[in-house]
């Protein structure tokens, strides 16, 4: 209820903002000569939740889309707490993309909030989930009710696996072309460039995996965000700093005793913090156990990107950051 309280109050927030700024533009338009208004085609406005999902509507829609990201680097996706700037970004855009399942349990109410009638985009549709050690099938016709009382118990973190970003890429450039038919024929061109980058990344992985013996591909990490990746390169899952998928969740105390026992008994090298959560409480595991944190500029990208600008600052190259980090701590 609260948080109901507070979008309704952001809404109203943004209304008195727009409204505010109103003059300014009309003011700006009256001062616009013909020719300059029509000189060029406006982008197509979209707005992505996560860095990922933007990256993704970056490569795919090129110079023909303009690009708001709600969420920034290193920040946790799990309990955003939307801002007016979101709103209005939103009530602006002509297309919204989320990651999907669930993994952005605010949005429907900001959507809401921000009265925006576009299209909504689901990039998870199609994706095999993960629940429990197990897949599961996610079709796009399924209800929405029904998607959002069973998402807690699937595993959002799909993009870790290569061949579920593909699928993620392709439902956003289907959403490109239906909102701008004029450019589809580019988004389609640039869909089979990036996906050819993708199955790159894929066979690197696997190629980099390789080279590690099966004993020695242990995991343990800030949170469970790598099922996915765990999944697709056959590795070994020892536990989770935070044992959730929720970045919320506390280990008891039973459970961290029994956590460092696990990766004493293993033989599990190291743990590997991420880039959106603090280290702290991996170091005090880590010291328990006699094993290495891996932290700092080498933490893994479980959540998020890095830094705009920097190799680590899309989706790519956070992917490779995180497959070098983890081969090298492992290898050693």
């Known amino acids: 209820m609260k948080r109901i309280f507070w979008l309704a109050g952001l809404a109203a927030a943004t209304t008195v903002i727009a409204g505010c700024g ?95 009638d576009g299209t909504v985009v689901d990039s998870s549709a199609g994706v095999k989930l993960r629940e429990g050690g197990h897949e599961h099938g996610h079709e796009e016709e399924a209800h929405a009710e029904e998607e959002e009382e069973h998402a807690e118990e699937h595993d959002p973190h799909i993009w870790h696996d290569p061949r579920n970003a593909k699928i993620m890429v392709t439902n956003i450039e289907k959403g490109l072309a239906a909102a701008e038919p004029a450019k589809a024929s580019a988004f389609a061109a640039n869909l089979t460039t990036y996906s ?47 044992p959730s998928m929720d970045t919320s969740a506390e ?49 893994l990208f479980g959540d998020s990107l890095g830094a705009p600008g920097s190799p680590e600052g899309t989706y790519l190259g956070a992917e490779r950051h995180n497959t070098e980090v983890l081969v090298e701590a492992l290898a050693g």
């Open 22 to 116: 109103s003059t300014t533009d009309d003011a700006a338009g009256g001062a616009a000569t013909a020719g300059s208004a029509a000189a060029a085609t406006p982008k197509l406005a979209v707005v992505a939740t996560t860095p990922e999902v933007a990256d993704f509507v970056r490569n795919i829609g090129g110079a023909d889309v303009d690009v708001t990201q709600i969420i920034k680097p290193n920040v946790d996706p799990h309990d955003y707490e939307p801002t007016p700037a979101d709103l209005q970004a939103i009530a602006a855009a002509k297309l919204v993309v989320k990651s999907g399942v669930g993994l952005e349990e605010w949005l429907d109410r900001t959507i809401e909030s921000a009265g925006f």
């Open 251 to 299: 280990l008891s105390a039973k459970q961290l005793n029994d956590l460092v026992a696990k990766i004493k008994s293993t033989g599990t090298k190291a743990i590997f913090a991420e880039s959106s959560l603090p280290p702290k409480t991996a170091e005090a595991i880590a010291q328990q156990a006699g094993v290495k944190v891996v932290a700092g500029e080498d933490a």
């Open 196 to 242: 050819a980058e993708l199955d790159k990344l894929d066979k690197d992985n696997a190629a980099a995996w390789a080279k590690i013996p099966a004993a020695d591909r242990k995991l343990v990490t800030n949170h469970d965000a790598f099922g996915y990746y765990i999944q697709r390169y056959d590795l070994e899952f020892v536990g989770s700093v935070i």
